[in-house]
């Protein structure tokens, strides 16, 4: 339920849209800047002043009636508007409301990072027009353009978290052989899933289990990198895989949004091997050099009805599984896990590139601080 919250106004150099990625945000952000958090997913801030009553009245007839949500466009534009932040910066990146207003206010530098792979079913609306947009890579530009999305401007710098948290990464001796990317979530398994989600979890089950019987063939370890960030979820996530593990242990690597915000990354890089449906975590470690294999490849019909399709077309053989039998699997996972660090480079750079665009001379949040200060500095210079 989002309930009114009655407020006063404030200001503030850069505005974090929305909560998503607010424990981290900061770092993409110049210290000398002042910022505040705009939460909007379970409130709605209503301010105790005139200016913004005048607003939304103002907004809502000057919107045309052919933009949908023409009611929230109104009440987000008077929010910003009251706020008025030089810079807006949000990594809620298929939220409808930013581009519009990017295109509204020139003056207002409205930068969008991307939060997770995005395809062309139920991913980001169909139509939206996004403002300065930070993506993974490549793969969402072909995305966009197949559904209608457009932007101000389209920069592949990769993962801003993945880059936060290489920043602070120092390699180690591996410890787990294998870690598997959960897709659980609890309305996968509801008695009246649709089809699309019954179809994820057949594949996502019967790709643990093939993870399970090849490691205990051959007397691995395994982790799983969860998905879920709360811990009665993640006590639901547990009980899942213990149903479908056929007696093998395995390790949960749990995350939250406070301080095991990179957990998972931290598994995943701790991992000789990393086993992949189609999750962000797996795209962002191949991104990054690490020897990953890939489970959706056998799956025509799952790529083609989750939009997934652009994210294996470029997916070399030998890191995509091609059928879904414990044989594909394991002559795959041999492979890659005997395979050498420069063999395995030459055959996956380009298709890692193209997921992932990782700079190569500063991580992907000095990119975009350098960009905001230089927002904030010439704006400085115009007062």
């Known amino acids: 339920m989002i309930i009114p919250h009655f407020t006063r106004p404030f200001h503030c150099d850069v505005l974090i849209y ?77 939220n409808i409301v930013l581009g519009e207003y990017a295109k509204r206010s020139p ?29 993974l890579g490549q793969a969402e530009r072909e995305v966009f353009k197949e559904i209608g999305v457009t932007f101000e401007e389209y920069l592949p710098v990769g993962s801003v978290k993945l880059g936060l948290f290489l920043e602070g990464h120092r390699e180690c001796d591996f410890l787990w052989n294998l870690s598997f990317c959960s897709h659980y979530r609890p309305e996968l398994l509801e008695k009246d899933a649709g089809p699309l989600f019954q179809m994820i979890e057949e594949a996502h089950r ?8 090849y490691a205990a063939k051959r007397s691995l370890s395994v982790a799983i990198l ?19 593990c056929e007696g093998y ?22 991992s000789e091997l990393i086993v992949n449906l189609c999750s962000t975590l ?10 990953v294999l890939f489970g959706s490849g056998y799956r025509a019909d799952l790529l083609e009805d989750w939009g997934a399709v652009q994210y294996y077309e470029r997916l070399p053989s030998q890191v995509s599984l091609q059928n879904d039998t414990l044989v594909e699997f394991s002559q795959k996972a041999d492979a890659l896990r005997e395979m050498d660090s420069a063999t395995y480079k030459a ?15 500063q991580f992907p949040h000095d990119v975009i601080r ?10 400085s210079l115009g007062m």
């Not at 990072?113 to 403002?131: E, M």
């Not at 019967?206 to 019987?213: A, G, I, K, T």
């Not at 242990?249 to 701790?270: M, V, W």
């Not at 797996?282 to 050099?289: K, L, N, P, R």
């Open 18 to 94: 929305d909560i998503p990625g607010s424990a981290w945000l900061h770092k993409c952000i110049p210290e000398s800047a002042s910022y505040k958090v705009l939460n909007i997913r379970h409130h709605r801030p209503l301010f105790i002043d005139a200016r913004f009553l005048a607003s939304m009245f103002r907004h809502y007839f000057n919107f045309s009636r052919q933009i949908p949500n023409r009611r929230f466009l109104s009440y987000v534009f008077s929010i910003l508007d009251t706020i008025c932040p030089r810079v807006i910066l949000t990594f809620a990146d298929n």
């Open 107 to 135: 003056d207002t530098l409205v930068v969008s990072i991307q939060n997770a792979i995005r395809g062309t079913v139920d991913s980001i609306p169909p139509n939206t027009k996004l403002p300065i947009y930070y993506s």
């Open 206 to 213: 019967h790709l643990f289990q093939l993870v399970c019987r």
């Open 226 to 244: 969860s998905k879920t960030r709360e811990p009665e979820l993640q006590i639901l996530e547990e009980k899942y895989f213990s149903s479908l």
């Open 249 to 270: 242990p395995f390790t949960l690597i749990a995350g939250n949004k406070l301080d095991r915000e990179f957990a998972t990354y931290d598994g995943a890089f701790s």
């Open 282 to 291: 797996g795209y962002e470690a191949f991104g990054a050099g690490r020897k």
């Open 347 to 361: 055959i996956t750079q380009d298709a890692a590139t193209f997921y992932m665009t990782l700079p190569q001379e």
């Open 370 to 379: 350098k960009r905001l200060a230089s927002h904030l500095a010439q704006d």
